[in-house]
């Protein structure tokens, strides 16, 4: 069963129009990340919630916003997608800090 | 936040042979995780190694945390096409991953 689930697997949007990104998990696991991972790349931490914690990494972008309703739910919000937003976006989610992370299998971002 | 750096970049051996890669840190790190992505899927976590000097074992793959706390190495034993793939240790503090090497294995 899946455990960290991303929607849409892939998704097409053009140059400057918002696009949302969700993540959902079924382990009722306290921390959830976004990463940005880049073909060829490393997965580079976007933010992660600790809880309700939100905790943005200095370098992020401000285009790129993040919304954790409940435990369950987690958006990435990229308001203006510029062409090198193209990209995986991954989530991920730990019981705590520092524990092993369970990966989604993406969404890959195509901007045109 | 610490960096992370991980050699080689690629690495393809033919089938059956050995493979190493290396992670280092210029300060000591608290403990470090390794995770293999797939070519087209998502990192997958394999292990967690905190101790000074430990060294774990699952299989084929050893994986060895520094005396210092300042390197790892992940060690495939006869390797098989099934191991191909990119492996990324990360420094689980800051969540920064090394830049991963990619494996590839010729049968």
């Known amino acids: 069963d899946a455990m960290v689930i991303q929607n849409p697997r892939y998704q097409v949007t053009q140059f400057g129009k918002p696009v949302t990104l969700s993540c959902s998990q079924t382990l009722n696991h306290n921390v959830m990340y976004w990463y940005q991972q880049k073909s060829s790349q490393a997965p580079k931490l976007l933010f992660h919630y600790y809880d309700k914690d939100f905790n943005n990494e200095a370098d992020t972008p401000d285009n790129f916003q993040s919304r954790r309703p409940n435990t369950s739910f987690c958006f990435l919000d990229i308001r203006s997608p510029g062409l090198g937003d193209a990209a995986m976006y991954l989530c991920?989610?730990?019981?705590?800090?520092?524990?092993?992370?369970?990966f989604g299998p993406g969404t890959r971002l195509l901007v045109l | 936040g610490q960096q992370v750096m991980q050699i080689p970049q690629y690495q393809h051996v033919q089938e059956g042979e050995d493979f190493t890669t290396y992670c280092n840190s210029s300060t000591t790190l608290s403990n470090i995780q390794w995770y293999k992505q797939r070519p087209g899927g998502h990192p997958v976590f394999l292990i967690q190694l905190v101790k000074s000097g430990e060294v774990k074992k699952q299989k084929r793959l050893t994986f060895q945390f520094g005396e210092a706390k300042k390197n790892s190495s992940l060690h495939i034993t006869a390797t098989q096409t099934t191991d191909v793939g990119t492996y990324f240790c990360a420094e689980i503090n800051d969540m920064r991953f090394g830049a991963g090497t990619r494996l590839t294995v010729k049968p």
């Open positions: 991920a989610t730990s019981r705590v800090a520092g524990e092993t992370q369970y």
